[in-house]
């Protein structure tokens, strides 16, 4: 399985998934005119690495900010681990904040509740 980087645009996010670490990240702004052709690769991935790997994941996730539609497919992103948790492989995903950033905090709190599996919620403190 090779290595998924893909480099930030002025409206997607950076996304370095390693298959040999298990760590996947994402950070910058997700406002993609096509949030499905952005997202598609990541998702396509996971399934790839839950049946062809299956080893632990970490997820960091460190956008500024995210459109509506970015939400939807990031949601995705998180059910695509949250299948791999529920199948015992294990997981974990955290979710970074600007310490004054009461938005993405509620988000990340969004998501926590809605997955029930490892979700940490850290602040990135000024």
Same mark, same amino acid.
């Given at each position: 399985? $090779?290595? *998924?980087?893909l +480099?930030?645009?002025p409206?997607?996010?950076y996304?370095d #998934?390693n %298959?040999?670490t298990?760590?996947?990240e994402m950070s910058? @702004?997700?406002? =993609? $005119?096509? =949030? *499905? $052709?952005? #997202?598609? =690769?990541?998702?396509?991935?996971?399934?790839?690495?839950h049946?062809?790997i299956? &080893?632990p994941?970490? #997820?960091d996730v460190?956008?500024?900010?995210?459109?509506?539609?970015?939400s939807k497919? /990031?949601?995705?992103?998180f059910? !695509?681990?949250?299948?791999m948790? @529920?199948a015992g492989? &294990?997981t +974990?995903i955290?979710?970074?904040c600007e310490e #004054?950033?009461d938005d993405?905090?509620?988000?990340? +709190?969004?998501?926590k509740e809605? /997955?029930n599996? %490892?979700?940490?919620i !850290?602040?990135i403190?000024?």
């Amino acid at each position: 399985m $090779e290595h *998924l980087q893909l +480099e930030a645009t002025p409206t997607s996010a950076y996304i370095d #998934f390693n %298959p040999t670490t298990g760590k996947i990240e994402m950070s910058g @702004r997700s406002v =993609p $005119e096509n =949030p *499905l $052709e952005f #997202f598609n =690769p990541l998702t396509n991935w996971l399934e790839t690495y839950h049946k062809e790997i299956a &080893q632990p994941l970490s #997820f960091d996730v460190k956008l500024e900010y995210f459109n509506t539609s970015s939400s939807k497919c /990031l949601l995705d992103v998180f059910k !695509k681990i949250l299948l791999m948790h @529920r199948a015992g492989i &294990q997981t +974990e995903i955290t979710w970074w904040c600007e310490e #004054f950033d009461d938005d993405m905090v509620e988000a990340g +709190e969004d998501y926590k509740e809605m /997955l029930n599996m %490892p979700f940490n919620i !850290k602040i990135i403190e000024e």
